[in-house]
């Protein structure tokens, strides 16, 4: 399977913005997104299992939401009151393994 990331762009702190994940062909029972801010390590942030269950990283609980639609084969991150600090590279992430290419996301005034 080929993950394509597509969402990211510019914005400024406090505005929204949401990522798609689209997978080639059928989606995992398990997909994933993760972020790697420069100089820093590729960080975890939520998880979706096959029936829709999320499990997020207590850093963005509250601001981020995953979703799917499995007849898309799409994978999706909600992300809201944006701040500098969430600045990365955003990768998706299929089981057992597969990333996507990663799309940016900059959070700037």
Known sequence: VQLQA??????QPGAS????????????SVMAWYRQAPGKQREFLALINNVGVPNYANSVKDRFTISRDN?????????????PEDTAVYYCWSSPGVW??????????
């Open 17 to 28: 913005l949401k990522l798609s994940c689209a997978a080639s062909r059928s989606i995992a």
């Open 100 to 109: 996507g290419q990663g799309t940016l996301v900059t959070v700037s005034s």
């Open 6 to 11: 597509s969402g990211g762009g510019l914005v």
């Open 71 to 83: 007849a898309k084969g799409t994978v999706y991150l909600q992300m809201n009151n944006l701040k």
